[in-house]
């Protein structure tokens, strides 16, 4: 074998390890990069989750307490009713601190 064939031989070799070397290292950070986005996208999701519940659940703490000692007949009293029924669905997304004050209220 030639020192020309040999050369040729090292470099394809060291060709093929670089390429193998690379496409592993590309894979491991495209799997980091997209697991970071997932914990971004469920984070903000969450954050508009626990967000919605705050405003639902201010809401239903005001009409509570605006229409205390008044008689909840009608329609009046079916809304009262569903305000009630669906907060406590809202209760898991509150901060721990506030969870306890919203359940006193409602």
Known sequence: MTDAALNALIGAGGALV????????TYF???KL???????????????KQL????ELNMAIDF????QGRTQGGPVGELFVGIVKESPRHLA????DLREDAKAHL
Request: glycine share 10%; net charge positive; proline share 3%.
């Open 18 to 25: 670089g390429s193998v070397v690379g496409a592993v290292t």
């Open 29 to 31: 950070v495209q799997k």
């Open 34 to 48: 997209i697991a970071a986005q997932a914990t971004r996208e469920l984070r903000r999701d969450f954050l508009g």
């Open 52 to 55: 919605v519940s705050l405003q």
């Open 64 to 67: 509570v307490l605006g229409n």
């Open 93 to 96: 997304f509150l901060p721990a």
